[in-house]
């Protein structure tokens, strides 16, 4: 099932919210919007729960680390950076 979230209409208030109101970093405010786990979205990159937890945490992330990502949330590249 490809569900993979559109940049241009999917963006959501919830997830905005978590970044300005929460002070969450984007990859953080989308995981937690799907309700994800750290080591889940960790599992589906190939990395441990910790070197997610620090590039969640990452205030700039590789282009290639943050298409890894995109693509186990499900959500365009795009996303990751607004």
Do not use: C, H
Not at 25 to 39: D, I, M
Not at 68 to 74: C, S, T
Request: glycine share 2%; aromatic share 10%; hydrophobic share 40%.
């Amino acid at each position: 099932m490809n569900r993979t979230i559109d940049i241009e209409t999917s963006i959501t208030n919830k997830v905005v919210s978590m970044v300005f109101d929460n002070n969450y970093y984007p990859t953080q405010a989308w995981r937690e919007y799907l309700k994800l786990f750290e080591v889940e979205v960790a599992n589906k990159i190939g990395i441990s729960q910790s070197a997610y937890s620090q590039y969640e945490k990452s205030q700039k992330l590789r282009k290639a680390t943050g298409i890894k990502i995109a693509e186990a949330l499900q959500i365009k590249p795009e996303l990751i950076n607004f």
